[in-house]
């Protein structure tokens, strides 16, 4: 038989001092695409899939369906219950997680190379031919709700469904993945099964690949677990309206340690300025112990424990976010350090040694994410969802090197805006109250 | 989060399977001053993560200072005589790399990740740091304010840790690991310059330190890099021996309720003193290991089985054993009860089917599958070095050797479902147990 399996680009990447990456770009007989790193040292296989869509296809009165389905797809498949599944999951010593977030749901999974086949089997029916038993559906969604019941009355958590729901209003980030206690009370098995057609689907996965397996055997094995799946899943909502006015909302919940998060709106990934905006998060809060916010609250004042601050570019909305803890009688004189180094950087921007340190950190911390055949596996998949090229990984401590100084400091003025700055502060604060 | 609390007692984390060194290429040595080094080599990536371990943890704190050895761990990023205040982490950063360290009841640790042709420099600085720490008054007074800080975020704003401590410390009645890592505030609120150079002083020394060097790395390099750095330092002749108060026999069934307003999902926790891994002499621990695996380790548990799916009265079941201790350690069983069914109904429903476990002796098909999955561990493992690293520098901080930790994975498929049942019989015993219901403030318990 002819061989029309192909495989289309090898980039050997080098990076100075650093190791090779090898990506090749598979495509299986049947068309299905997938980045991979093949090495045959550890006889097992990372496989991440990465299904676009994520509990944002959720339908707004159906708020928790898809959620609650990544939770169920593990709880039995053809003709095993989820106890006979179970068993027959852990006998293989393989492990499939579900991870499910605003924008992708995911299926990361490890497996043998002597068992390979049996692991790829029940993969196969796992997606293709999920009960969804009742019983399970209701033992799961009550694990569910108390997840959600424990998550009331938690100070982060309250602070992040205050903060998203100001932000995004009724698009779908405007309320927790997860759903709420009364969705999910209602949710019913036609609610899953309807989740489960909408996000897997042909028209929206991302497929890495690392470890011990080869280009044709890649292949066959993604033909027999997702070629069948249907072509078009649900279409995906459009982008959220931003809306995060400058000020205070303080949250009244009875605990010693205030929690604040804060942010405006951000930059998106495909942005031209994103790397001078990456550069200048990692100077203002972004990294670690170097960054001047670390360095003013937490170094100088010992006002917290951590702070740090994020881009969060999501595929229909970007925010610029931070977090904060400190004593309730504390937290008004963090909140205020945080907005004076905002309007510093923002006026005066960064310094060139600052600028210089940065990159140096940057540039060398960046070989250290691939240290493992799965954080590989996932990062593959999150390079093809952004549409960055497969040679990306030695293109892109360049692209931070040649970042200038103007541009950051542009960007600074740009993007950094003191007074749009918004605190959700849960705790009893003293001094701070909600303004407006 | 950097200089963070490792919190051994998590008992919501999932139990790790532990794996065997089957094929891990490992290579362990002492310097000449006492210090013992581990090497092993993954050679996939050119990263090095370079450890230092010390055999000092909260429980050797002294009387009246607890929090000083995690505080003592904040203060080593400050300054030594040829580096700044925040100079350490700023240079690892300089070089691309990250930093960070924890503290636990048998151990002090400081971890460096970076490209492994810096790995002499990582080392002449944690040499450094051993013996020259110098510290300001400010120092001390900006460092204590954030491990206050540290102390509200991770306990004082979380009833479940803070219920936690209470069963911490009603399960230990004499030994330390009844006071929590991170310290009691109002000792944390004392603690001062002489408290932390104290125990520094006492410590940290080479004679009371593991290296533990892994990634891409020969272990000759590393032990003509480790006599330089590390080599040449003297050795502690006055290091004390840790001689802790031990527990006496437990004789009175212990229980307690936590309320507060911030709980949501009440849940049911007992512990039991128990056993901890000794050196030569892991079986006993190998077979609560199991037990543990059986009872609440996986979706297929026992706990799990009678609990969830047939009586429909938990959402969650979990058993835990913390075999990696310098002095005694517990056994751990939670249970969150599912909507409508009490405290009570959860915690008899536990009690019954731990009985039930016992009397009716352990499947051996679920112990087969156990193994077969320990044993897929080992190959899993292999893809984190450090990781084995990790396990390496708790072993040897907790009483254990290399042989110790190499002969573990054969003594746990050597178990036999008999030794289980036994072991559960000997820990499982009302007398050494505490009972904790963690509630709701504004429920009663009648």
């Given amino acids: 038989m002819k061989r029309i399996f192909a495989t289309l680009i090898v980039f050997v990447i080098a990076l100075p001092a650093w190791a090779e990456i090898a990506i090749e770009e598979v495509t299986s007989p049947s068309g299905i695409k997938a980045w991979l790193v093949e090495d045959h040292s550890i006889p097992f296989t990372a496989l991440e899939l990465r299904f676009r869509g994520g509990t944002s296809l959720d339908d707004p009165d159906k708020r928790g369906a ?143 690949a690392v470890g011990d397996i080869t280009p044709e055997e890649l292949g066959a094995l993604l033909d027999k677990l997702l070629a069948d799946l249907p072509e078009t899943g649900k279409p995906i909502p459009g982008r959220a309206d931003v809306n995060i006015p400058g000020g205070v909302s303080v949250v009244e919940f009875d605990t010693p340690q205030s929690v604040a998060l804060f942010g405006h709106a951000g930059i998106d990934r495909d942005d031209p300025d994103f790397f001078p905006a990456y550069i200048l998060n990692h100077i203002l809060g972004g990294g670690g112990f170097e960054s001047r916010l670390m360095q003013e609250v937490r170094e100088k004042r010992g006002l917290t424990y951590g702070i740090a601050t994020y881009l969060v570019p999501k595929d229909l909305a970007s925010v610029y976010l931070g977090s904060v803890s400190s004593g309730n009688d504390r937290i008004a004189d963090a909140v205020e350090v945080i907005r004076d180094e905002w309007a510093r950087a923002a006026t005066e921007g960064v310094t060139q040694k600052e600028l210089d340190d940065a990159k140096t950190y940057l540039t060398g911390a960046y070989p250290l994410r691939f240290d493992g055949n799965g954080q590989i596996a996932g990062i593959m998949v999150g390079m093809q969802m952004e549409d960055l090229p497969i040679d990306y990984i030695a293109t892109r401590n360049d692209k931070v090197n040649a970042v200038t100084l103007e541009e950051v400091n542009r960007v600074a003025a740009e993007l950094l805006d003191p007074d749009g700055l918004h605190f959700t502060v849960v705790g009893k604060p003293v001094g701070l109250e909600t303004t407006n | ?237 006055d290091l004390p021996v840790r001689v802790r108060s031990q527990e006496p026999p437990q004789t009175a069934e212990r229980r307690l309720t936590y309320k507060d307003a911030r709980v949501s999902q009440p849940y049911v926790q007992r512990s039991y003193l128990a056993p901890e891994r000794d050196p030569g002499e892991q079986e006993k621990a190998a077979a609560l290991f199991l037990l543990a695996e059986l009872l609440g380790g996986s979706t297929t548990s026992y706990l799990n089985e009678k609990l969830q799916f047939d009586q429909q009265k938990a959402v969650y079941t979990g058993a835990f054993y913390r075999g990696v201790s310098l002095d005694d350690t517990t056994f751990d069983l939670i249970v969150v009860p599912a909507a409508g069914v009490s405290l009570q109904e959860a915690e008899d429903a536990m009690d019954q089917a731990v009985a039930d476990f016992i009397a009716e002796g352990v499947n051996e098909e679920d112990l087969d599958r156990i193994k077969m999955q320990l044993r897929a561990a080992q190959t899993y493992a292999r893809d984190n070095v450090d990781g084995i690293g990790n396990r390496y520098g708790r072993a040897l901080t907790s009483g254990l050797t290399v042989e110790d930790v190499q002969a573990w994975p054969d003594i746990l498929q050597a178990v036999t479902g008999d030794e289980i049942i036994a072991a559960a019989r000997e820990v499982l015993q009302p007398e050494a147990s505490v009972t904790g219901w963690l509630m709701k403030d504004e429920e009663v318990t009648q």
């Fill in chain 1, 66 to 208: 898809v959620y609650l389905m990544s939770g169920l797809i593990e709880e039995g498949a053809g003709d095993m219950d989820a106890r006979t599944y179970a068993r027959e999951l852990e006998s293989l010593a393989a492990s499939f997680r579900y991870n499910a977030t605003d924008d992708t749901v995911s299926i990361s999974a490890q497996f043998l190379t002597e068992n390979r086949d049996d692991v790829i089997d029940l993969l196969r029916t796992t997606i293709h031919e999920p009960r969804f038993d009742q019983d399970a559906v209701d033992r799961v969604r009550a694990q569910v709700l108390s997840g959600l019941m424990s998550d009331q009355t938690d100070p982060n958590d309250i602070a992040g469904r205050s903060f998203a729901q100001m932000a995004y209003g009724d698009h779908p980030y405007g309320t927790e993945g997860k759903g709420t206690i009364e969705s999910v009370t209602a949710l019913t098995r036609d609610d899953v099964v309807t989740a489960y057609q909408g996000v897997f689907a042909k028209d929206r996965i991302f497929v890495g």
């Fill in chain 2, 1 to 237: 989060m950097v200089r963070a609390l490792a919190l051994s007692a998590a008992l919501m984390a999932a139990t790790p399977l532990a794996a065997s060194e089957g094929h891990e290429a490992v290579t362990t040595f002492t310097l000449d001053n006492g210090m013992d080094v581990v090497v092993i080599e993954d050679h996939r990536a050119p990263v090095v993560q370079h450890m230092v371990w010390y055999r000092a943890g909260s429980a050797d704190e002294p009387v009246g200072s607890s929090g000083v050895a995690h505080f003592l761990e904040h203060l080593l990023f400050k300054g030594t005589d040829t580096l700044a205040p925040g100079e350490f982490s700023a240079t690892v950063a300089a070089n691309g790399g990250n930093d960070n360290a924890f503290t636990s009841y048998d151990y002090t640790a400081y971890f460096q990740r970076v490209a492994a042709d810096r790995l002499e420099l990582m080392m002449r600085m944690e040499a450094d740091r051993m013996r020259n720490i110098r510290l300001s008054e400010n120092d001390i007074v900006t460092e204590r304010d954030v491990i206050l800080e540290e102390r509200n975020q991770r306990t004082d704003n979380s009833p479940r840790a803070l219920f936690g401590e209470q069963m911490s410390a009603s399960q230990y009645l004499n030994h330390r690991y009844g006071v929590p890592i991170i310290g009691w505030r109002h000792e944390m609120e004392t603690l001062d310059m002489e408290d932390a150079l104290s125990f520094y002083q006492t410590h940290y020394a080479p004679n009371n330190a593991i290296l533990v060097v892994t990634g891409d790395v020969e272990p000759d390099e590393v032990k003509s890099l480790a006599e330089q750095y590390y080599g040449v330092i003297p050795a502690n002749p």
